[in-house]
């Protein structure tokens, strides 16, 4: 097995009393999660005009399929085991799907000034790495733990917790990479959800692995992104195939590990079931569900994918349909790999889903 680097900038054990949080808790926090993201690449975009991009460099720098190891960055309040245990679920998970990257992993402890030491180490990673990269505006900048005023790369995690990937892959930097954050809470790295959170965000770095195009966003705006009309067949951004992709590989393959229960993977899709019928009677088409719905928009997304999966294979969703997207587009590669369009596969799902949840349960392995 690979050993992961392990980067420590200062070691000292800040013991917290993180408490146990429920999986509807880590559900909110996976929908915090998408929206740092999302703020985060809105900043980026709102910046990008600034900077020239370079075609020659773009088409150079490396993205995908790698042999190198990913790179883990500690806050100093973060403890020896919670690395480990980072690094070795972040293993799993490559081990499982393979190695994709450059792959940057931060994690956020509990305390302030110990994550505003991490925010400047991210800033020397970045311009290090990267020359280019914009100082002023893509490292820590104004007041946005006291004031509120100004943004930097974690400090939202010290307070709300929770995790993200956030894919560096835009036409004006010169240097492509993901990140992916995980802090000290929603879930704590004590939660047994900690382990199934690393395997979810892992599997959107696979995902952004699988499409080489950077982002363009000529119009500022990164729900018109090219990137994500590719991931999500539209112009607005959803978390569709992306999280439900996500979540369920991250619970089928964890309730494949030693020492869990056999039941474990329809208990999980029994607790996401009880979503279904807020979904049904709401109306809407699942694929423009957005991250901040009246009920848990990933639950369903979830099971969406558990149904796309037994009318076809594990191996067709994770490998066939995800490294097809770039070549055919969305709407292509769904249809060759699945047998109908997205929209004809949703109208069948939602008359399947309106079953009893026994019978739903009968697909769930
Ligand atoms: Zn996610």
Known sequence: MKKTLILLLLVSFCGGTPEPLSTSVEEKKLIVEEELQNDEKQILEEESKLVESSEDSVNSIFWGATDAQPEVY??????????????????????????????????VGEGKDEVIALDKKWCEVRTQKDPSWNKKWDCANGDP???????SPFYRYVNEGGAAVSSYIRDYIGYYFNALIMSSKYPGPEEEDYKKVILHEYFHVYQHA?????????????????RNIYFNGDEVQVPFLMEGGAEYMAQYWYS??????????KQEMEYKAQTINAYLNEGRSLRELGYNESFQSYDVLTWFVAYL???????????????????LGFEEAFKSNFGKSADVMIAEFD????????????IIP
């Open 309 to 327: 999966i037994h009318n076809t294979s594990e191996e067709i969703f994770r490998v066939n349909f995800w490294t097809q997207i770039e070549d």
């Open 210 to 226: 699988n499409l080489s195009v950077p982002a363009t966003d000529t119009d500022g705006d990164w729900r018109t992104s090219n």
């Open 351 to 362: 008359e399947w889903a309106t079953q009893p949840i026994e019978v739903l349960l009968e």
């Open 256 to 265: 494949k590990e030693p020492g869990i229960d056999a039941g474990y993977l």
């Open 145 to 151: 733990y006291d004031s509120g005023d100004g943004w």
């Open 74 to 107: 500690a806050a100093s309040d973060v403890s020896q085991e919670t690395i480990e245990i980072t690094a070795e679920w972040v293993d799993k998970a490559i081990e499982l799907w393979g190695n994709y990257g450059p792959l940057e992993i931060w994690i």
